[in-house]
């Protein structure tokens, strides 16, 4: 029998007692692994026919990584992680998604 292990998620979400009201993301691979950051405000925009997200983060725990690490590479996958956890919260049967991004959870 051949065991398949399930893909290790890039992310993970990280509830702290610092910021009980506010789901955090943990970032588990590449050269931000162990870094740990929350979303602010999430707009969409439409843009020449299409859908973009226009958001603000707070990194939390920068894992000893130095400030320059943090430039438009960060932005674009935190933004890529962000539409994952969109998508994501899409496929629920709760619809707790526009409830979280209105309350400012996400």
């Known amino acids: 029998m051949v065991e398949t292990k399930k893909p ?7 509830e ?7 789901t955090c993301i943990g970032i588990n691979e590449g050269k931000w692994s162990g870094v740990i950051y929350k979303y602010g405000k999430v707009t969409p925009i439409e843009k020449d026919g299409g ?3 226009q958001f603000e983060f707070d990194i939390l725990e920068n894992n000893g990584l130095p ?12 933004g890529d992680i962000l539409v994952e956890v969109i998508d994501e919260q899409n496929n629920r ?10 309350r400012g959870l996400l």
């Open 51 to 53: 859908l973009t997200m």
């Open 16 to 22: 702290s007692p610092n910021h009980p009201k506010q």
């Open 8 to 14: 290790k998620k890039r992310y993970s979400y990280i």
């Open 67 to 78: 400030r320059d690490v943090f430039g438009n590479e960060f932005f674009t996958y935190i």
């Open 93 to 102: 049967e709760d619809n707790s998604l526009a409830s979280n991004l209105e």
